[in-house]
């Protein structure tokens, strides 16, 4: 029995290596309804946060309310608020374990979001977690040759 | 002389029902490894067979995880509060577990204790539950102990009965049952049979005197610290309904919405002063032991429990209730 | 649908602040039927809102007597209370009640009445005195011990002096060593140990003591010497709550529904519950 599974499960079936290249093959519209119909599942559970190993904030800023900046609600918008705020936090902190898969009650393949933000940070910023110790972190730091393509 | 249906006639009723402007949720394959308790777009979406239970509960279709109480308009000094007296549209829920259905007479307690929640009471009157007996158990069922069994009709309109084959025998059990079903059914000799459950795990008056009087003990430090303080069990557990009242203000449409809680959250006992009377996870795992074997017992005589299993299976760590309470039985 | 959720509008009256972090307001409802059909107990709290912000509990800290207007008076700490920090007369507030069981004024009749309270538990505690003393008869002698970390803190000093004027009534305010001013006349210590220095003579009291759990704890053993027993030991428990009405499963104490079976309880019921508040 895998440490941490309940007495009995099957091991879930390894998602397919390819399934965030599928979820990218989406043009940008059904991708959002692909999203929209996971996150309608969320129960707010923070089953996702709960066993991140790298969500460790003292205060989840989900539980802050002065002032609300994510909706508590498990509405769509307070889902999809929630769910996207949390992948930014992780932005090149994901050590792509795979717990908030496997770990959702709902079945949203979470890791589909922190898998697109660690090939973010690799490809702006040359940064991957855990590769090199003495590498400043994506979202803690700056340099003054970072790209500024965004602004327009 | 028993009334028998076949799948296919199940699933054309339930075709026929959506159409007819029913809301009817039943089990749905959602991933290769996840079956869960959806509003169904057809017939053809409904389960029926190769899994154990549905990994979440019918209370949503009862008490959703968000409910809009009212909403409000504010211009300058006057407020309007906005309610939604809208009727509930009539609601089927086919193929719910023993469980499951067993949950509705249980949260019926608290939801009228005094104050009457016209939500979940509205809600339920236009429910009709039809409940699928169970053909078999895993090892994280305990509807036994506390009371239940596989073919329990507690909470249900109507109950079917597995028979192989694809027929069903159906009992209806109330006029609701009878009104979904009136002429529906074949007049057949076949019974169905109740399944024998899971053996006893645990005595449950046993687990309410040790609670009661081991409220400091280090049981719960050893017990309980496994748990990450998430909300899954108490979410995908049919009895669970502890809830908030949020109010996030323009941003989010000027409504005040009652929503799911967990008391397993860190701030869900949290005063603003700072001060939180369950400050460690083990404490927070007592509440919940003590609510359901215990509290809700001495307060409403039931068991806030049905023994579905679904806090074990979910819980990312494995713990749930069932291991919780046979440790108390046995240590 | 009868929504035992949806708030009454209330208009605010008045906005009084009585120190740096505590205003006290008054609110009347804006349903004319509804303000001639309320009631309430004291010792009874509501379910205040600031529309946009969220729901706090609050003891309503005006008398039962008192027609036209009830009251509640908050410490500025979170984002409710920071809400209703900005109010001023004749904006709207919801309010949901009155909730919970009040204190018991009819079988305290006859009885010595001892108040005991610290910084901000004098507003649950302010109803009760005005009570009695508008029903002066029906109560013996009346003593209040209260006290605040300084005078800064201390809240209805001005009502505090009108009650002091009223017969048989024995008014002793403190601050703790250090929260003196140079012009402070009352005493300088801990409640409890002002209250027993005060060696107050009464028969068969009814005590009502809230304020911090260090606060009580200190005070019981001088209350045990006096041979006031727990069952005439009255106190009010301050939980988190949300609902108010015996259904969100957060504020219970062991198998007591604080917002339905308190928040009034006895030291003798108290006594027998777990340390879960």
Known sequence: MTLGMAAGSEPQSSPSPNRFAALMAMPPAERMAFWTEEFNRCVKCFACRQVCPMCYCERCIVDKNRPIAIDPAPSTKGNFAWQIARAFHLAGRCVGCGECSRACPAGIDLALLNISMHIAAQKNFGYEAGADPKAAPVIGSYTLHDTEGFIR | MSEIISQSTLRALAAEWIAGGKSVA???????????????????????????????SIKEFLFPKAEKLYGYKIRGNSVELIENDALEPAQVI????????????ILDHVFNWDFHDEFYNRRRAATTVVTLACSAHDENCFCTSVGLDPGSERGSDAILFALGDGQYELRCITEKGRALFGGKTEKSEQTGKTIAGPEKKFDAQAVRTFVTAHFEDPFWQEHALTCIGCGTCAFSCPACHCFDIVDAGPAAGNARVKTWDSCQFSTFTAHAS?????????????????????????????ILCTGCGNCTRNCPVGLGVLSVVTEINHG | MDNVYKPDLMEVTRVRQETPDVKAVSVRFLDSERASNFSFRV???????????????????????????IEFCFRKVGRVTEAFWKIEEKDVVGFRGPYGNGYPMEAWKGRDLIFLGGGIAMPPIRCAVWYALENRADYGEITVVYGARTVADLVFLDELDEWSKAERVRIIRCVDPGGETPDWKGEIGFVPHV?????????????????????IKNTLPILDKMGVKPASVYTSIENRMKCGIGKCGRCNVGPIYICKEGPVLTMEQLQGLPADY
């Open chain 2, 94 to 105: 086919i193929a719910a577990r023993p469980c499951d259905a067993a949950a509705l007479p």
């Open chain 3, 43 to 69: 010792g009874q709290f509501g379910i205040f809102s600031a529309f946009g912000y969220g729901e706090s509990t609050f003891n309503i800290c005006s008398s039962s007597n008192w027609k036209d207007h």
């Open chain 2, 274 to 302: 700072g001060h939180n009377p369950r400050p460690v996870q083990p404490a927070r795992q007592r509440q919940r032991i003590l609510h359901k074997f215990a509290i809700y017992p001495e307060k409403f005589g039931e």
């Open chain 3, 195 to 215: 209250f027993e220095r005060a060696q107050v003579a009464a028969k068969n009291p009814v005590v009502l003591v809230i304020g911090p759990p260090i606060m």
């Open chain 2, 26 to 56: 039943g089990p749905a394959r959602v991933k290769p490894d996840l079956v869960l308790y959806r509003t169904l777009r057809s017939g053809d979406d409904l389960l029926l067979e190769g899994f154990q239970r549905p990994a979440n």
